[in-house]
């Protein structure tokens, strides 16, 4: 029967578009596959067509297939049911089943190919942080109707900021990349058919040097000299960021993480300065840290300057010291002694000025140096008034 006729008889009879539906074997389904299509109500006179490519036309106690398919396509009048086999691509479209005067229902058959051959390219593997942009590529040798998830180590990377993903979703975009971005990544390709992951791409990612720490042990305000002080500079840095000293401004030739300062000298004070430098990022970072070294002190001593105590006249006493000397207190038989408007003590030249001099005055004086890193009290000096 010619196609024509039939379309002609469609028009003019098709009265109902009711709620029946048909069914696929399998949906989507992979080429070279076979499929059946089932109606859920048995047709005795309709169609089946493919767009507006008759298949089949039903009469009762008989089905005319048209010649197009002959050769691939087997109808079953008990059932109504139609089955292709060796699907082709192009196979995929509306399939329509028509039972005349009776209802028309449709379905949209999937013919995919199965995905073979995933591969995955970089546009390049070793990468600066903040600098440089990832680019990763997924392909397949064959497939259709691809979808495609992207995987770093076991989680999926999702697009957001700074990933995008495009063609599809074939293209994974990172820009400024950052250190956490490295890891394995590969790509999961799927259809309705097959899937199939990519040999994994590691991405290398140079960093820093960042969060740069010095670490001085151990850790004073002041050390005494003698001393041995370690100073030690670390950074999160990869590669491993070289290290190159300076000491108050001035480069030491001295690299690597720890500087070990040994039996420290007072002239060793100053500004200890780390450099730290990661040659494949280019970048610098620095950090700074001050040595104080202080000579201990060895001897105190008590000396009049001037005449002797005299009653109602100004006396004074020296307090002599070796060694670094941060503070001085004075004390009168054991006991602190305070500035008054009699007692005058002054710090920059260690004297007690007693002004003016009374009897109470009469006592064993001492003097006591202190510094960060040690003290020392002097012998006695009594102090007899005339
Ligand atoms: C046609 O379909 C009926 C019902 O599903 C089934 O019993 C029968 O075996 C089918 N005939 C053929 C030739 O496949
Ligand atoms: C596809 O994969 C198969 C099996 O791994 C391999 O033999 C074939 O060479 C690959 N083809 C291409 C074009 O890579
Ligand atoms: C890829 O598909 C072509 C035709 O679509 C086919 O000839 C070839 O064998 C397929 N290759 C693989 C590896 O499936
Ligand atoms: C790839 O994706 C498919 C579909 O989402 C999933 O079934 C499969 O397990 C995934 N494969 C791997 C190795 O994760
Ligand atoms: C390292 O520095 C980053 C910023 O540069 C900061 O977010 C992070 O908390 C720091 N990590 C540590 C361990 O200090
Ligand atoms: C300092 O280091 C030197 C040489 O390693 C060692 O002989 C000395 O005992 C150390 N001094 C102290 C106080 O640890
Ligand atoms: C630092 O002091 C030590 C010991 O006092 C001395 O040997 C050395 O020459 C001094 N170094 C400098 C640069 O003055
Ligand atoms: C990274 O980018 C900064 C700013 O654009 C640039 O100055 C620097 O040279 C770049 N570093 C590298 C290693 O490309
Ligand atoms: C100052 O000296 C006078 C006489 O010696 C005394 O009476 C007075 O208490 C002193 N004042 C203070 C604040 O020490
Ligand atoms: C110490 O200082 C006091 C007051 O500042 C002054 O009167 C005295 O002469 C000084 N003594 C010496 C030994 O410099
Ligand atoms: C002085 O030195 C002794 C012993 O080294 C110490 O016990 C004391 O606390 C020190 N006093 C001061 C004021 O530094």
């Not at 041995?228 to 999160?236: H, K, P, V």
């Not at 001037?306 to 503070?327: A, F, R, S």
């Amino acid at each position: 029967m010619d196609v024509r006729v039939v379309l002609l008889i469609l028009a003019t009879t098709i009265t109902a578009t009711g709620s029946q539906k048909i069914y696929a074997s399998r949906n989507p389904l992979a080429v070279g596959s076979s499929v059946t299509l089932f109606s859920q109500d048995i047709v005795t006179t309709g169609t089946w067509i493919f767009h507006n490519n008759l298949i089949v036309f039903i009469v009762p106690d008989n089905a005319i297939i048209a010649d197009s398919w002959k050769d691939r396509v087997t109808f079953n009048s008990t059932s109504s049911s139609l089955t292709i086999t060796s699907v082709k691509l192009e196979d995929s479209g509306e399939y329509t089943l028509t039972a005349i005067n009776t209802f028309t229902a449709k379905l949209t058959l999937s013919v995919q190919v199965p995905i073979s051959n995933v591969s995955l390219t970089a546009s390049n593997t070793d990468l600066v942080e903040f600098n440089d942009t990832a680019v990763l590529t997924c392909s397949v040798l064959n497939g259709t109707s691809l979808s495609y998830v992207w995987m770093k180590g076991s989680s999926e990377v999702a697009a957001g900021a700074g990933v995008q993903l495009s063609d599809g979703g074939a293209t994974l975009t990172m820009v400024g990349v950052t250190r956490y971005d490295e890891g394995s990544y590969r790509c999961n390709v799927s259809n309705g058919v097959s899937d199939a992951i990519s040999p994994p791409v590691h991405l290398n990612i140079n960093y820093g040097p960042s969060n740069t720490t010095m670490t001085i042990t151990p850790m004073r305000s002041a050390y005494i000299t003698g001393s041995n002080i370690t100073l030690s500079c670390s950074a999160e840095s990869k590669p491993p960021a070289g290290v190159q000293w300076m000491f108050n401004g001035v480069k030491l030739n001295h690299f690597g993480p720890e500087l070990q300062l040994e039996m420290v000298a007072e002239n060793k004070s100053g500004n200890y300065k780390c450099i730290l430098h990661n040659t494949v990022t280019s970048r610098f970072t620095s950090k700074s840290g001050m040595i104080r070294i202080l000579t201990p002190i060895v001897a105190v001593v008590v000396n009049p300057t001037g005449g002797p105590p005299i009653l109602h006249e100004q006396y004074m006493l020296h307090c002599e010291v070796t060694g670094y000397v941060g503070n001085i207190q004075w004390s009168r038989n054991g006991q602190p002694i305070t500035a008054d408007n009699t007692s005058v003590i002054d710090m920059t030249n260690r004297t007690l000025l007693l002004k003016p001099v009374q009897l109470s005055d009469n006592g064993d004086y001492r003097c006591e140096a202190s510094s960060p890193v040690s003290n020392m009290t002097s012998h006695p000096y009594t102090v007899e008034v005339n």
